[in-house]
């Protein structure tokens, strides 16, 4: 059974790379879409000049879609990764891996359909064992491709775009001064005379 313990120890390492993965992707998504929607929060504020009520929803509308946004792309993930939170099983995992490397994913299926057997006789545990070792050299960690993240990464140059292009057009005083009172919801601003 030690190489079925091997398979079982490179099964955990897969679904940590999975959810390290995950993660990855979450806070690149995280810092574009929560970045864009403070952008849209200033924007909305800068153009509107809105009052006070107005200001305190948009800014607790904010806060709850930062917060939101927080736990959909971070915090759970995090939670699977440290196994706070249930994630994928050994099942799940096979598949994922069977779709990266078709030649392994009956095979490591019906080894975890074997073990899963409770009565598990002498002819089984060699069966696992046979299974095991053929299983022995595919690396798992590799159906796992960092890679793939580089694609969200254009959604993160979306609002760094906005914010360069407003700097470098010599505007970017409507930030600061939306962000004040968006901040200081509470307080009565009066618009600029046209």
Do not use: C
Not at 3 to 12: A, M, R
Not at 49 to 72: G, H, K, M, Y
């Amino acid at each position: 059974m030690n190489n079925f313990k091997n398979i079982q120890s490179k099964l955990e390492k897969f679904i940590s790379r999975y959810y390290t993965n995950e993660l990855i992707k979450g806070i690149i998504l995280f810092f574009a879409i929560g970045l864009l929607y403070f952008l849209f929060t200033l924007f909305i504020e800068h153009i509107l000049w809105l009052n006070p009520l107005a200001r305190t929803i948009l800014f607790w509308l904010f806060i709850i879609v930062e917060v939101v946004l927080l736990v959909r792309f971070i915090a759970i993930p995090l939670a699977k990764l440290f196994k706070l939170k249930e994630g994928i099983n050994y099942t799940d995992a096979s598949k994922s891996i069977g779709q990266h490397f078709p030649e392994v994913n009956d095979k490591l299926l019906n080894v975890l359909q074997l073990n899963e057997n409770q009565s598990q006789s002498e002819l089984l545990l060699a069966s696992i064992e046979q299974k095991s070792i053929e299983l022995k050299p595919v690396p798992f960690k590799l159906a796992v491709n960092f890679n793939s993240n580089l694609t969200y990464l254009k959604y993160a140059a979306i609002p760094v775009l906005i914010i360069l292009i407003t700097f470098l057009s010599g505007k970017s005083n409507w930030f600061s001064n939306s962000y004040e009172r968006v901040t200081n919801y509470k307080t009565a601003y009066q618009p600029p005379a046209p």
